[in-house]
């Protein structure tokens, strides 16, 4: 289920200086799978967790001047001493997502984009500016879906000018990959949003949620 859109600040993934984040509840309805965080793997057969990295930094020549993999620097191997190349499967299991393989990723059709953009009257879910674009929230690569539910119409600067990123916020762990926008808020803005609603019993699930707290980080260096 989507429930808002909102921007992150400040240039933290790749080059976009802004991402979009689709905020769901219950995003395994939108097509995604979790899974238990995997560490990354080195070619050498290395599980590079954070302790094994760790040694990793510590086994470069420059070492303490270098730019340790906590602040931005190279991941390295300590077994083979070497910056191992992380694929595309290895990056979405570390995040706790079971990857599509790319041969079953299909596009959206047109019928389906026609849909999403009938079903938000042709507006951008970012602004309501006129959408020129759809995009899935949960990306394909993450098994996203093409049902109407995971379809995002954009306008043309939400499409082109922001990366797009989504949080479960049912999974506060989850937004430790978010950056600038803080989980507790959004949780209290929604629960007293819906508490004038009546929903009792999603209230009740958010109560529990923040009285709990944000669990720690279970993949600490998977943006490192």
Not at 48 to 63: C, M, N, R, Y
Request: with cysteine; hydrophobic share 25%.
């Amino acid at each position: 289920m989507y429930i808002a859109a909102l921007t992150e600040p400040g240039k933290q993934h790749h080059n976009r200086s802004n991402h979009l984040v689709f905020v769901l509840l219950n995003a395994e309805s939108h097509g995604l799978t979790r899974i238990q965080p995997e560490p990354y793997t080195c070619d050498c057969g290395e599980k590079l967790t954070a302790e094994v990295l760790d040694e990793g930094d510590e086994s470069k020549s420059s070492w303490p001047n270098c730019k340790s993999w906590r602040n931005g620097g190279r991941k390295k191997c300590p077994t083979c001493d070497e910056y191992p190349s992380i694929g595309r499967d290895q990056h979405i299991r570390a995040r706790g997502y079971e990857p599509t393989p790319k041969d079953d990723i299909k596009n959206v059709t047109q019928h389906q984009r026609e849909e999403a953009l009938e079903e938000h009257d042709g507006q951008c879910i970012a602004c309501s500016n006129e959408a020129e674009y759809v995009k899935r929230m949960v990306p394909p690569r993450y098994g996203g879906s093409r049902e109407l539910k995971n379809l995002a119409p954009l306008c043309d600067h939400h499409y082109e000018d922001y990366g797009h990123m989504f949080a479960d916020l049912l999974q506060p762990a989850e937004w430790y990959q978010i950056h600038g926008i803080s989980w507790r808020d959004v949780a209290e803005s929604m629960r007293d949003q819906y508490a004038d609603q009546g929903a009792d019993s999603f209230v009740e699930t958010l109560d529990e949620l923040l009285d709990r707290g944000r669990p720690q980080n279970p993949y600490p260096y998977i943006d490192a």
